[in-house]
């Protein structure tokens, strides 16, 4: 069984983002377009994060060892630490990752990625969907 890592919720939506006609013109084999439907279609039914998002969430909670949901560790004191670059919205985890002190969203048109308005660190994330 799923669990959102962004706030907990264990019920799922499905939705097939795919159209025929587009997974042609891409030239998706089947199994690849299945893939796209599940990972971009596929969504927590309490907080809308597609298995994407989820997966993003994962892997910041891992790199910040934290089994917390990625909404409850935001309200933690050790989140306030916590530089985070986001280059344009990173789909329903940007409402979370705004509630960071050291959050910057970087969005196109406004910000040309070539040109960013922060110097990343290493320990910056850089997500973008
Ligand atoms: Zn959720």
Redesign the pocket.
């Known amino acids: 069984m799923i669990t959102?890592s962004?706030?907990?919720?264990d019920k799922f939506t499905e939705t097939v983002v795919l159209w025929d006609s587009l997974a042609s013109q891409w030239q998706l084999a089947p199994n690849e377009g299945a893939y796209v439907d599940r990972q971009q279609g596929t969504s927590?039914a309490?907080?809308g994060?597609n298995l994407r998002s989820i997966a993003l969430a994962d892997a910041i909670r891992s790199a910040v060892g934290t089994d917390l949901t990625l909404q409850a560790y935001v309200t933690q004191p050790e989140a306030r630490t916590l530089s985070v670059l986001e280059i344009n919205e990173a789909g329903h985890l940007s409402p979370t990752l705004r509630q960071l002190t050291g959050h910057v969203l970087a969005a196109y048109p406004a910000v040309d990625t070539h040109a960013l308005p922060v110097t990343p660190l290493i320990s910056w994330f850089i997500l973008t969907l």
């Open positions: 959102c962004v706030g907990g919720g927590c309490n907080c994060s």
